[in-house]
């Protein structure tokens, strides 16, 4: 690991160092300067300023600079003994790139087992910057299907999914959806202005599933959260509901999507636990 990060660092230093090297014309030098120091920084657990110096080969004033923006944004950290390290807004950028990856690919796994267990499209959806993203959908005649651009556009009004998602969101992350999608207004008849999605909101919250309805009062999709290791609802898994299915047979999809959101739950507390954060399986 160190001498793979010693021949990185070394690689971009020439880089900057030699720009005549590379044709590359809209490469940004001070970009690639800050990048060779934190690749220093990363290669132990804090290193002086000369090791810094000696590791990046650009000047010491362009090294103090850099160090001194770096630890201003938070990507750096100065030690009490004047050494530096990696910071914490580094590390958390890294951490939550980490993390949606973990989430994908345990969403990709078990959509495509409860398809095939419930005979139904599955989907897993996660709420970001106020709008719902789809992590995951396996169908029983497909595997997972990723990110196609017509799922992007669904509503998230119109969606089990999205309802739960929105449901259990924080309040930052409420005025942010209310002001990307609106008042759900026909998209969510029950919901349409601002107190009854409060009401609809807070009884999703009490019973823990959210349900689309079709235009004929049949249940059309239900959705459950998904918790992440810190406790909060990290996602929501949903499946489809034929018009024809029994009342039993509803109460079997919730079922199964509940035990499914358990053990989803369960494998990101494995993988991400104590804020460790394993690599995502080889495929």
Do not use: C
Request: glycine fraction near 8%.
């Amino acid at each position: 690991m160190t001498s793979h990060l010693h021949s990185s660092t070394m690689h971009l230093s020439f880089a900057i160092l030699n720009p005549g090297a590379y044709s590359e014309p809209m490469l940004i030098q001070s970009v690639g300067k800050a990048a060779a120091v934190l690749n220093v920084l990363g290669d132990a657990d804090a290193v002086s300023f000369t090791e810094v110096w000696q590791g990046t080969g650009l000047n010491k004033t362009t090294v103090a600079h850099l160090l001194q923006t770096l630890v201003e944004i938070g990507y750096a950290e100065k030690t009490p003994d004047g050494r530096y390290r990696l910071g914490h807004e580094l590390l958390e950028l890294a951490q939550r790139r980490l993390r949606r990856m973990v989430l994908r690919e345990l969403a990709e796994k078990h959509a495509l087992v409860l398809a095939g267990s419930l005979r139904a499209t599955v989907t897993v959806a996660t709420l970001e910057a106020g709008q719902r993203h789809k992590l995951a959908k396996a169908s029983v005649d497909a595997g997972p299907v990723l990110d196609d651009s017509s799922e992007r556009r669904v509503d998230l009004y119109t969606t089990a999914t999205g309802r739960m998602l929105l449901a259990s969101a924080d309040e930052a992350d409420r005025e942010r959806a209310l002001e990307y999608y609106g008042l759900p207004g026909e998209r969510w008849p029950e919901a349409a202005d601002a107190d009854a999605l409060a009401e609809q909101l807070a009884a999703i919250r009490n019973t823990g599933v959210a349900v689309a309805l079709s235009g004929d009062g049949h249940t059309q999709a239900v959705a459950v959260p998904i918790h992440g290791p810190d406790g909060r609802i990290w996602a929501a898994i949903g499946s489809a509901i034929g018009a024809v299915t029994t009342t039993a047979g509803s109460r079997g999809h919730s079922q199964a999507l509940r035990a499914t959101a358990k053990q989803f739950s369960e494998d990101l507390r494995l993988r991400l636990g104590e804020g460790r954060v394993a690599p995502p399986a080889e495929a």
